[in-house]
C-alpha cells in the first residue's frame, strides 16, 4: 500500500505537469488575442505549438531514461519548462508566446512520459492497469481544475497570471523531484543510446500489433479532446457568450465525468478485460460524435447541446486511456522508457493534427466537433480490433 501510495503521488505531480501547462490558460485565449492585438487564430495556434514540442521531446526523453535513469532526463525537462513559462509570462507580441509556448512543451513531456515509465518500472500485470486508472482519477481532478482555475486568474489578475501559476507548480515538482524521487530504472544501461540498439527497440515495437493499436487507439481519444480544447474556448466564450470561468466550470465538470469513466474501469476491468472496454468507450464516443451531429443539423448551437456530448466524449476518455496505456507499455518492461515515448508521441501527435486542423477550419459551431468525435470512434472501434489480432 506505501508503494502504491507513492507511485500514484509521483505519477500524478509530474504527468499532470503537461495537461497544467496546456489547459490554465485556454480560457485566456480570447483575451490574449485582445492583448497582443492579433487573431484568435493566431492564439490558437500556441496550443498547436505546445502540442508540437510536448511530442517531439518525448522521442529524446524516453531514450535517454532507458539509458541514463528517469531522474535526470524529468529534472531537466522541468527547468526547460519552467524558461518556456518564464519566457510566455513577459512575452508583449505573439510571435514571443508562441516561442514561449513551444520551449514550455519541449520541457514538459518529460513529465508525462517519464512518469509513466516510473510507474511501469514498479508495477505491472493488472495492477499496472488499475494504477492507471487511480491515478488517472486523482490526475484528472487536477487537470479538470486548471481550466478553472485559469478562468478566475483571467477574471482577477489578467493572462499572464496562469503563467505565474505554471511557475510556482513547476518549482514544487522540481523541489519534489530533487529531494524525494528515487531512481527506477533497474535495466538502464547506455547501450539504449546507440543508434543500432535504438533502431532494434523501434523495429520491436512497431513489429508489435498490440503496440501500434493501443498506440493508435491512444491517438484517436486524445485527438477528441484536443479538437474540444482548441474550439471550445472559442464557441463557448464568442459564439455563446459564456465567460472564462464558465469555460473553467465546464472543464471541472468535464474532469468529473472523466474520473468517473476511470472508476468505472476500475471496478469492470476484471470482469470484461481490456479489449472489451475499450471497444465500449469507442462506440461510446461515436455516439457521441453522432449526438453532436444531430444538434447542428437541427441548428441547434446551444450550451447544453453542445456540452453533453463533449461529457459523453470525456467519460469514454476516463476508459480508454488507462487500458491503452497499459496494453500498450505491459509487454515491454525492458524498454518503458521509450515505449513511453512513443505511445506519448503517438498521442500528442493525435492532439497537433485534431488541433492544428480546428484552428484553421472556419467554423465556429459544434460541426467540426462532430467530425472529430465520428472520425476518432471509428478509429478506435477498429485499432482495438487490429490491436487484438495478435498476442504481442
Known sequence: MKLLSYVITISVLFASIGQVGSDLYLPSLPAIAMALHTTTHLVQATVFLYMVGFSASRLIYGPVSDAVGRRKPLLTGLLFCLF????????????????????????????????????????????????????????????????????????????????????????????????HLKETNRHRTIENLRFKKIALNLAILFSSRTFVGYGMTIFFIYGSILAWLTLGPILLENTLKISPVGFGWVAAAGGVFYAAGALLNTKLIDRYGINRMLKIAGYVLFLAGLLTLLFWLLGVVKFWPVII????????????????????????????????????????????????????????????????????????????????????
Do not use: H
Open 84 to 179: 518556456g513559462t518564464i519566457v510566455c509570462l513577459f512575452a508583449n507580441s505573439i510571435a514571443l508566446l508562441m516561442i514561449g509556448r513551444l520551449l514550455q512543451g519541449l520541457g514538459a513531456g518529460a513529465g508525462v512520459v517519464l512518469a509513466g515509465a516510473i510507474v511501469r518500472d514498479l508495477l505491472e500485470g493488472n495492477q499496472l492497469a488499475k494504477t492507471y486508472s487511480y491515478t488517472a482519477l486523482v490526475n484528472i481532478v487536477l487537470i479538470a481544475c486548471a481550466p478553472l482555475i485559469g478562468g478566475y486568474l483571467q477574471l482577477l489578475f489578467g493572462w499572464q497570471a496562469s503563467f505565474v501559476f505554471i511557475a510556482l507548480y513547476l518549482l514544487m515538482a522540481l523541489y519534489v523531484g530533487t529531494v
Open 309 to 392: 456530448p463533449v461529457m459523453i466524449m470525456v467519460f469514454s476518455a476516463g476508459i480508454i486511456f488507462p487500458n491503452a496505456f497499459a496494453g500498450a507499455l505491459m509487454p515491454f518492461p525492458k524498454i518503458a522508457g521509450i515505449a513511453g515515448a512513443i505511445v506519448g508521441f503517438i498521442q500528442i501527435m493525435g492532439g497537433v493534427i485534431a488541433s492544428g486542423v480546428i484552428s484553421i477550419v472556419p467554423d465556429n459551431t459544434q460541426l467540426p466537433l462532430a467530425v472529430a468525435f465520428i472520425v476518432c470512434g471509428i478509429g478506435i472501434i477498429f485499432m482495438v480490433r487490429f490491436a487484438a489480432g495478435v498476442k504481442s
